[in-house]
């Protein structure tokens, strides 16, 4: 009888005991996820102090909790490990001015970036906010509210290393392809939209819309689309946003070598890309409601669907009503 009290009180202690460390895991494993969702601020390795601070408050003002968020020095270090993969020469002694933060949002809502001004001026020189948009998605960030400012004039072309880092930091290892070919998706679209910039019928909103919308018909063809296709793609996409007279041919080759580099580096494998991409083109239209709304974009073609669609049952029914 003793024996068998002993063996059940044996048995409740070990069973308690492997509760209470389930539940100290379960607590320290989401720890470990509440962390992953703190914002992270990456600051230039060149800024002063005041600057620093001033980036600090920038960058943190649209959160809730100002003071919720963690710091990531980015240094000539960083710059050579994420960069220099993709052509850049920068060294370790290399300046850092361009700052950002990352902010994880709730699954399926895309990626969005703001350039902020400092001090009132808006010190990114030549990336824009959809060129980092397409440069994120490229190296396989989701999900996330990005922003980015300066404290000094400069092009911005770093700004991504930080949120690279940032991103790594918090667990997500990124493929050193796709980092590589969103570095040179950068320059790419940047030079297109500074060769066109003052163009009438151009702008950088429907030059990012096309390669947005790019990438999702090759992601819908998967990773063996070939090159023959991605041209086909990027005619399409080119006429969808009324490029047709303002691309050139050159430039419409980088386009297509630049998505074929994409595609090589093996972004497409990834299962939430495509929506990823559709998520990016209803950001880039949304935000320039006024340029889309007279374009063939497929959003517009539906509209007009439903249009031609009512048209259609309205006089289907007078006829039925008159002849029966």
């Keep these: 009888m003793h024996k068998q009290r002993h063996f059940k009180f044996k048995w409740v202690g070990l069973l308690a005991t492997l509760l209470i460390s389930f539940a100290g895991w379960q607590l320290t494993s989401h720890a470990d996820d509440s962390s992953s969702d703190t914002p992270i601020v990456t600051l230039g390795s060149s800024l002063t102090s005041s ?3 001033g980036t600090i408050d920038t960058l943190t003002a649209s959160l809730d909790d100002s003071s919720n968020y963690q710091t990531l020095t980015v240094n000539g270090d960083t710059l ?3 960069l220099n993969p993709s052509g850049e020469s920068f060294t370790s002694s290399s300046g850092v001015w361009s700052s950002a933060m990352i902010q994880k949002t709730s699954s ?6 703001k350039i902020l001004d400092y001090n009132g001026s808006n010190n990114i020189t030549t990336i824009t906010a959809n060129q980092y948009k397409n440069a994120a998605l490229t190296a396989g960030i989701a999900d ?4 980015i400012t300066s404290a000094t004039p400069i092009d911005g072309s770093g700004a991504l290393a930080g949120i690279y880092a940032a991103y790594a930091k918090n667990g997500n290892s990124l493929n050193t392809k796709q980092v590589s070919a969103a570095q040179n998706e950068l320059s790419t679209l940047s030079g297109i939209t500074q060769a066109n910039k003052g163009k ?5 909103a429907q030059l990012n819309n096309a390669v947005a919308g790019a990438k999702q018909a090759m992601a819908k063809k998967g990773s063996n689309v070939t090159k023959s296709e991605i ?8 006429t969808n946003n009324n490029l047709t007279n303002v691309i050139t041919n050159n430039q419409k080759t980088q386009i297509i070598n630049l998505l074929v580099k994409i595609r090589d580096s093996g972004a497409l494998n990834s299962s939430s890309f495509k929506t990823q991409a559709s998520s990016l083109m209803k950001n880039i239209q949304s935000n320039a409601k006024g340029i889309f709304s007279k374009l063939n974009t497929q959003e517009n073609q539906n509209a007009l ?7 259609t049952n309205f006089f289907s029914s007078i006829f039925k009503s008159i002849f029966g």
């Design 51 to 53: 600057q620093k601070q």
């Design 80 to 82: 050579v490990k994420y």
């Design 108 to 113: 399926g809502s895309g990626i969005n970036v």
């Design 144 to 147: 996330a509210n990005i922003y």
């Design 200 to 204: 009438s019928g151009y702008t950088d």
């Design 231 to 238: 041209t086909t793609i990027v005619n399409n996409q080119i």
């Design 305 to 311: 669907q439903k249009v031609w669609s009512s048209i």
